[in-house]
């Protein structure tokens, strides 16, 4: 079945630690994005990437990082730079333009 | 900066009865306006919208959008507990990696 998988669901973290969450697509979609939702405060976008070996900051980059190494995978590390790590974070990829963008499950990361 | 407000925050309604969610926007060159229900997780498409006044049907749930005025409405009549969700409007610009900006959302119960 096409789709997106993140992983892990649930993930916990020691502050000062540094996270990757793992997002990979089968849909061959050259677009890529992480996105973090808190309550009451919708989806704000990370990073985006529109092809391999390209990405871009979104509205709230500071304290995350990406690779696009491979047209499949899309990895978001969070590092101890980031002052409010525990969310929601969500994965999508879309073709491109005017098209709809599909989404992962998520992976709830809680800082303990 | 770009912008998309939704309104109402939450709203509670009985089976039965017909909603209306208004989703406002200011961003600089529009492309496209998207609605998604998010029911746990992964947000679901329903509905994109790039044209003014071409309703979009789907069931019980249609949406249009008003480029002039700036804002799309989603409609659902005979509301089912089903329906119980958050629903997202997100609008795509060009300059953004087609990358999509969301609203807080709508969180919408349906009671029997």
């Known amino acids: 079945d096409g789709g997106i998988t993140q992983s892990p669901k649930y993930l916990f973290r020691k502050e000062g630690q540094n996270v990757t969450l793992s997002c990979e697509q089968n849909l061959n979609h050259d677009a890529m994005y992480w996105y973090r939702q808190d309550p009451g405060q919708g989806l704000r976008l990370i990073y985006y990437?529109?092809?391999?070996?390209?990405?871009q900051k979104g509205d709230i980059a500071e304290g995350y990082s990406v690779s696009r190494e491979k047209k499949e995978s899309f990895p978001l590390t969070v590092t101890s730079a980031q002052k409010n790590p525990t969310a929601f974070y969500l994965c999508?990829?879309?073709?491109?333009?005017?098209?709809?963008?599909?989404f992962g499950q998520g992976t709830r990361l809680t800082v303990v | 900066e770009d912008k998309v407000v939704q309104s109402p925050l939450s709203l509670v309604v009985h089976e039965g009865d017909t909603v209306t969610l208004n989703c406002s926007y200011e961003?600089?060159?529009?492309?496209?306006l998207l609605w998604y229900k998010q029911e746990k997780k992964a947000p679901t498409f329903l509905f994109m919208l790039t044209s003014s006044g071409i309703e979009k049907k789907s069931g019980r749930l249609s949406s249009i959008l008003d480029k002039k005025e700036l804002f799309s409405i989603l409609n659902i009549t005979a509301t089912q507990t089903g329906d119980s969700a958050v629903y997202l409007c997100?609008?795509?610009?060009?300059?953004?990696?087609?990358?999509?900006?969301f609203g807080k959302g709508t969180s919408l119960l349906v009671t029997p």
């Open positions: 997100a609008v795509e610009a060009r300059g953004s990696g087609y990358a999509l900006n």
């Open positions: 990437s529109q092809i391999v070996n390209d990405f």
């Open positions: 999508a990829s879309s073709i491109g333009h005017n098209t709809e963008a599909f």
């Open positions: 961003v600089t060159n529009f492309r496209s």
